[in-house]
C-alpha cells in the first residue's frame, strides 16, 4: 500500500539554521533517502520551495483566479513529501518517524487511494 | 428450558468480543466486514434456536456459523471483485482456516483479543472512538449503550464508529500485536484509554448517571483482560490496581442525598474488602514485576488510604513522597495540589498553604476551583475564618457540578458560624 509522507515545518527554520547545521539535516535528509531506497520503501520524494514561490490558482465563475501565495497562510507549511510503499500503517509510521523534519515539524501520513482495487 | 434471547443476550455480553476478534482475522483484518457477519450469526442463532434447540456450546455455534457466514462472503467478493488476487489469497486462507473449527480451540483466543484491544486502541484513531470501538468490540456493547454511555445519540455514536473502522480499513491500520520495540508504548496507549473510561465513569456522580452504562465496571473488566493478555506487563497490573482501590470506594463516595463524601469523612467499613484485597495483590504484582510508573504511584497512594482503618491512621508522610515523585514522573498543576494538601496533612496546613501559594502565584490554575477550594480548607484549619471565607467563595464561583457546589457551601456556612 502507498502512503504519502506530508512534511510540514515552518520554513523559517531552514533560513535560521547555521551553515553546519543546514548542512547536517540535508546530511541527515540523504541517509535517510538512501535508507528507504535500499529497503524498498522509496517511491518518490522532492523538497518543494518556500511558500514565497508558491501561486494559487482557482476557477471561478469559469474565471481563472490567479493569485501569489500558498493556499492557507500557518504556521508550519507543506515542505517536502515522501511516497513510500508500506505493507500497513504501523510501516509508514515508523518511516515517517524517521525523517528528519519529523523531530522539528509534522509528518502527515496518508494513505493512497488505490482506484484499481476498488469494490462494492 | 431457559429462552434463546436471555441466553443470546448473556452470550454476546461476554463473549461477543473474542468471537469478533478470531472472525477480524479471517476476515483479513476488515473489521467492519468481520463485525457484520458476526451480527449475521447472532440474527440466526435468534431464528433457528427455538426451532432447532439450544447448542450445547452457544459461542461454539455462533463463532462457526459467523465464520461460515465470513467464508461466503469472502468467496461473494472474490466473485465480485474486478480484481480477484488478493481477495483469493483471502479465500484461500479462510477455506483452510474452515476445517480447523471443528475442533474449536479457545486457547489461541486470547492472541485475538490480543489484537482487537491493540486496533482498537491505535494511536491513529481519535482517543473517544478508541474507547468508544473497545467498548462495541471487546465489551459487546451495544452502539446504543456506548451512544448513552458518552452522552450523545446513537446515529451519533454509530458515525463515530464507523469513521473508525472505515479509517482502520482505509488507512491499513494493522490488525497484530506491536512488534516488541513498539509494545510499550503502545501499551501506554491502551492503559490510557482504559483510564480515560474509568474517569469519566468515576467523575459522573451528578445528573444522568442512572442513564450511564457502569463504565467503571467496563473499565475494570478491559484491565482484567488486559492484565490477563499482557501479564508481563508492570503498568498494566498497577492501573488494574489503582481502578480496583478506587472502586472499592464507590459506596462510601457518594451520600444518600447524592452528596460528595471526602475520603476523610467516609464511612470506611462501606469500602468494598474484595476489591481492595485484589486491588493491594495487584499492586504487589506490580511492584514485583518492576512497576515504577505513574499508575503505580498513584496506585500506591490509593493502597495506603486503603491501609488506614481510620483517616488518623494515614501515613501522609508517604503519600506526600509519593506525590513528589509523581510532580516529577508527571508534573501537572492538579498533581502539586494534591501534594500540597498531604504535605499539609503530614505536616500542619502552614507547610501547605506555602504550597498552594505557589502553586496560585505561577497563575496555571486559575479556572480551576479546587486551588481556591484547598486553601479555603487550609485556613479554616489554621482557624483563619474570614480568609477562608473568601476563599469558599471564589471556589463557589468556579466550581461546575452539584455535589461539589453543596460540600463548599456547607463549609462556607460552618466557617461564617464559626466567626
Redesign the interface.
Known amino acids: 500500500?502507498k502512503y504519502l509522507l506530508a512534511i510540514y515545518e515552518n520554513e523559517k527554520n531552514w533560513e535560521s539554521l547555521s551553515e553546519a547545521e543546514s548542512k547536517q539535516a540535508l546530511d541527515e535528509y540523504f541517509a535517510f533517502t538512501d535508507a528507504i531506497q535500499k529497503s524498498g520503501n522509496f517511491i518518490a520524494g522532492e523538497a518543494l520551495q518556500p511558500t514565497t514561490t508558491a501561486t494559487s490558482v482557482r476557477i471561478r465563475d469559469g474565471k481563472r483566479l490567479t493569485t501569489d501565495g500558498p493556499f492557507a497562510e500557518t504556521r508550519e507549511q507543506l515542505g517536502g513529501f515522501y511516497l513510500v510503499e508500506a505493507?500497513?500503517?504501523?510501516e509508514a509510521?515508523a518511516i515517517a518517524a524517521r525523517l528528519p523534519s519529523a523531530k522539528w515539524g509534522t509528518i502527515e501520513?496518508r494513505?493512497i487511494v488505490d482506484f484499481?482495487?476498488s469494490?462494492? | 428450558m431457559k429462552d434463546v434471547p436471555s441466553i443470546l443476550a448473556r452470550t454476546h455480553r461476554a463473549d461477543y468480543g473474542r468471537i469478533v476478534a478470531r472472525v477480524i482475522r479471517l476476515m483479513g483484518g476488515d473489521f467492519a466486514a468481520a463485525e457484520e457477519v458476526v451480527q449475521e450469526a447472532f440474527a440466526a442463532a435468534l431464528q433457528q434456536w427455538p426451532r432447532e434447540g439450544i447448542p450445547t456450546e452457544p459461542r461454539a455455534w455462533l463463532l462457526r456459523a459467523a465464520h461460515h457466514k465470513g467464508v461466503d462472503r469472502v468467496r461473494r467478493?472474490v466473485r465480485?471483485?474486478?480484481?480477484a488476487d488478493?481477495?483469493e489469497t483471502r479465500a484461500r486462507v479462510a477455506q483452510d482456516a474452515a476445517p480447523a473449527l471443528d475442533e474449536v480451540d479457545w486457547s489461541d483466543a486470547p492472541d485475538d483479543s490480543l489484537r482487537l484491544l491493540f486496533t482498537c486502541c491505535?494511536p491513529?484513531l481519535g482517543q473517544e472512538a478508541q474507547v468508544a470501538l473497545a467498548l462495541r468490540t471487546l465489551c459487546g456493547l451495544t452502539t446504543e449503550e456506548v451512544a448513552r454511555a458518552f452522552l450523545v445519540t446513537a446515529p451519533t455514536m454509530a458515525q463515530r464508529l464507523v469513521r473508525a473502522q472505515r479509517k482502520i480499513r482505509?488507512?491499513?491500520?494493522?490488525y497484530?500485536v506491536?512488534e516488541v520495540d513498539?509494545l510499550g508504548e503502545r501499551t501506554q496507549g491502551v492503559l490510557h484509554a482504559i483510564y480515560l473510561l474509568f474517569s469519566e465513569g468515576y467523575a459522573a456522580t451528578e445528573g444522568a448517571e442512572l442513564l450511564r452504562v457502569d463504565l467503571c465496571a467496563e473499565a475494570l473488566r478491559l484491565g482484567r483482560l488486559t492484565r490477563a493478555l499482557l501479564p508481563h506487563q508492570a503498568e498494566v497490573a498497577s492501573l488494574l490496581a489503582l481502578m480496583l482501590l478506587h472502586h472499592s470506594r464507590r459506596r462510601a463516595r457518594v451520600s444518600a442525598d447524592g452528596g460528595l463524601v471526602l475520603l476523610d469523612r467516609q464511612d470506611r467499613s462501606q469500602w468494598d474488602p474484595e476489591e481492595m484485597t485484589e486491588g493491594l495483590a495487584q499492586l504487589d504484582a506490580a511492584l514485583a514485576l518492576g512497576a515504577r510508573g505513574v499508575f503505580t504511584h498513584q496506585a500506591a497512594i490509593a493502597a495506603l488510604h486503603a491501609r488506614a482503618a481510620r483517616p488518623e491512621d494515614t501515613d501522609w508522610e508517604q503519600i506526600a513522597a509519593l506525590y513528589g515523585r509523581l510532580c516529577v514522573l508527571a508534573p501537572s498543576p492538579v498533581v502539586e495540589l494534591n501534594r500540597a494538601a498531604a504535605v499539609a496533612m503530614a505536616r500542619g496546613p502552614e507547610h501547605g498553604l506555602a504550597l498552594v501559594d505557589d502553586l496560585e502565584a505561577s497563575g496555571r490554575l486559575t479556572e480551576y476551583y479546587l486551588l481556591p477550594a484547598a486553601r479555603a480548607d487550609l485556613l479554616r484549619r489554621m482557624g483563619r475564618g474570614a480568609e477562608a471565607a473568601v476563599a469558599y467563595r471564589r471556589a463557589l464561583a468556579l466550581v461546575r457540578t452539584a455535589p461539589e457546589r453543596r460540600f463548599l457551601e456547607e463549609r462556607l456556612r460552618e466557617v461564617l458560624a464559626a466567626t
Open positions: 500500500m505493507k500497513d500503517l504501523d509510521i501520513v494513505p484499481s482495487q469494490q462494492g | 467478493d465480485l471483485a474486478a480484481r488478493t481477495l491505535h491513529a482505509d488507512a491499513r491500520i494493522p497484530v506491536p513498539a
